[in-house]
């Protein structure tokens, strides 16, 4: 009886209406999403699909048109719209043969690879002595007879980081040594490889000449072979090397990038781009630069695509020529930028392990919205960065000029192991790791296509 009568005294409780029975909460959209593209294989498929049927795609060539190609039937079939070409010229460098040896005072083979744009040897090659400098630095304050006909080696060690902050350091014999050289009247140059592996496998690279400098040989050893041209050359006798470089420059021809959307609800929201470049360079298939973030992207925006029409427009460009000096970027920039309609920029372009940090580049407007995608992002083990977001190479121009950024930063501990070499293939992509990427992509696109609040600028810089 005591049971019944506290029952029926707790009825008029449970009936009322601030204890009536609620439906559940309702899931976060963007948050379902983010979940639902942790089991999605569409970047594997794309990435599987690009390196495969295409292959190395050198900026300028007619791999990297059929890959222009490829990529428009794809982003046609899986229902994107105003898929298109935005075609530009360039001068287009290829390379050819590539061999280098000690002479003197002992023999042995070494694995060189010629830089972008390289000068290039006679057919027999050349023969003269090395001269070795620990820095670009060091190389500057030599005086130009000590230089001169010579053969300048740069040895210089890049460890890896998760941040990948040793490329820009450890990048400088590379990309300012070979006009350094030239202007002391160097015979050639080679580098130690920008690359953390102990392979021997070269990595490749571009630079480029200073106007009025006259191009001279320039290759990368690989990580062993410097090291050993370096004990080589500390026994302190004479060092002779025959090097043979013949790239050639063939004229000028047509690059370009690949541009797909998906179309917003509200034209007054503004369009947020996003994407990664097409192009590799020829030594491997280019699966983790950048096949990877071609795929990352494609497969967040269609995901979102595939739950419904979004606020704003989702714009996916897979850029042209970037390994040769980023043609793709500067041209999308110079097309879109007077539209003023671009609200929010961010690129996927090193590698495809997983994305471990997340920058903002936002107008003081935004806090709120960092806020809800940093909590996003959180359960993917992603953690909000004090850096400003740079938005990469090819879409960097537009934080540059005010727009809102977002950097999806991802651990870079292997990707110099691969960078720029023939091991730059698709077994060195981890599946789960790519669709950890993807989620984290799909994340900030949920968050971002259908804010309802304005995407501000975020002021120059």
Request: hydrophobic content about 40%.
């Amino acid at each position: 009886m005591k049971k019944l009568l506290l029952a029926a005294a707790a009825l008029p409780l449970l009936l009322s209406p601030a204890n009536a029975l609620q439906p559940p909460p309702q899931a976060d959209p963007a948050a379902t999403l983010r979940d639902q593209a942790l089991s999605d294989n569409l970047a594997w498929d794309i990435l599987e699909g690009l390196t495969t049927e295409v292959g190395p795609r050198q900026a300028g060539t007619e791999a990297e048109a059929r890959a222009r190609d490829w990529a428009v039937a794809r982003l046609t079939a899986l229902g994107f719209s105003n898929v298109r070409v935005e075609p530009f010229d360039m001068p287009v460098w290829v390379r050819g043969e590539e061999r280098a040896e000690i002479s003197a005072p002992f023999p042995q083979p070494l694995v060189v690879t010629a830089l972008g744009n390289s000068g290039a040897t006679p057919a027999r090659g050349i023969e003269a002595e090395v001269i070795g400098f620990n820095s670009v630095a060091e190389l500057e304050a030599a005086p130009d007879s000590a230089v001169r006909g010579k053969i300048v080696f740069i040895n210089h060690a890049m460890a890896p980081t998760q941040d990948g902050s040793g490329y820009g350091q450890f990048g400088a014999p590379r990309r300012q040594g070979p006009t350094i050289a030239s202007r002391k009247g160097a015979a050639a140059i080679v580098v130690r490889s920008i690359g953390t592996d102990f392979h021997r496998n070269p990595h490749t690279g571009n630079q480029s000449f200073a106007e009025g400098v006259r191009p001279i040989p320039a290759g990368a050893l690989t990580v062993p072979d410097a090291e050993q041209l370096e004990r080589i050359l500390s026994r302190g006798q004479p060092v002779r090397m025959r090097l043979t470089l013949t790239p050639r420059n063939t004229g000028t021809h047509q690059s370009g990038n690949v541009v797909a959307e998906v179309p917003g609800s509200d034209p007054d929201a503004g369009v947020i781009v996003i994407g990664g470049h097409l192009d590799s360079w020829d030594m491997g298939t280019g699966a983790i630069d950048n096949a990877a973030g071609v795929a990352i992207t494609t497969a967040a925006a269609h995901r979102i695509m595939q739950a419904g029409q979004p606020r704003r427009t989702i714009r996916v460009v897979l850029f042209g020529a970037e390994e040769v000096g980023g043609g793709g970027g500067p041209t999308h920039f110079r097309l879109h930028h007077p539209e003023n309609n671009v609200v929010l920029v961010g690129e996927s372009d090193f590698g495809a392990d997983r994305v471990w940090r997340v920058e903002f580049n936002f107008g003081p407007g935004n806090a709120a919205l960092s806020d809800r995608i940093t909590a996003l992002l959180a359960p993917l083990g992603i953690v909000r960065g004090a850096d400003r977001a740079g938005a990469g190479a090819d879409l960097g121009a537009w934080p540059r000029a005010g727009t809102a950024a977002v950097d999806l930063n991802q651990d870079g501990t292997r990707y110099f192991d691969y960078h720029h070499t023939p091991d730059d293939t698709l077994d060195k992509v981890d599946p789960v790791q790519l669709r950890q990427n993807v989620a984290a992509w799909t994340a900030v696109l949920a968050a971002t296509a259908n804010a309802p609040e304005a995407i501000e600028p975020a002021g120059t810089r």
